[in-house]
């Protein structure tokens, strides 16, 4: 394998391991899609069984002045996928188109990052050299889940619980204890 160094990295960058700084200082892009098996935390039971598709990001990188005229590394993030969520009308499947894009500061240290996240509207964040653009990408994928999914149209009649006779329980159902009674009642 024959290596030509020139002095600046030309590596693939990795979004699971992405280095702040360089990124935004030399402007950089990064976007890509990635399988939705890669990000657990979108699975939710029981559609997790169903999968997710694929998961489209594109990341920019740039050095903006901050109020003190110093530069500070922002990056500028977006998402988007469709995850199968239960229709809180029908409880079925439907497929949700989420996205989200947002921008983020980043600072050096994680008690620069608490003070200055509370002073300012911005998202501040702490810097790495490895940073998981990825697990920002599910961190705000979830933040964007709708709070109640529903079909625009369900695929079938909703059946109303109240209205349906097999989802009336007896009484003594409901206490624990009635249910040991029953079970301790010998046969016959
Ligand atoms: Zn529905």
Redesign the pocket.
Known sequence: MRFSYTGRMTAELNPRRLAIVPFTQTAARLSGARDGSEFGRLLPEPAGSHGVGQVFFEAFGELRPNAQGAMSPWISLAARTTLPLV?Q??L?L?NVDIDFSREFRFVATEAQAELEDNQSEEDVLVSAPDFDLLALVEDELLMALPPSP??QQ?PRPVKLAVADKDFAVPDEAVNPFAVLGQLKTPKG
Do not use: G, Q
Request: glycine share 0%; charged share 40%.
């Open positions: 229709c009308r029908c079925e439907v529903k079909h369900c």
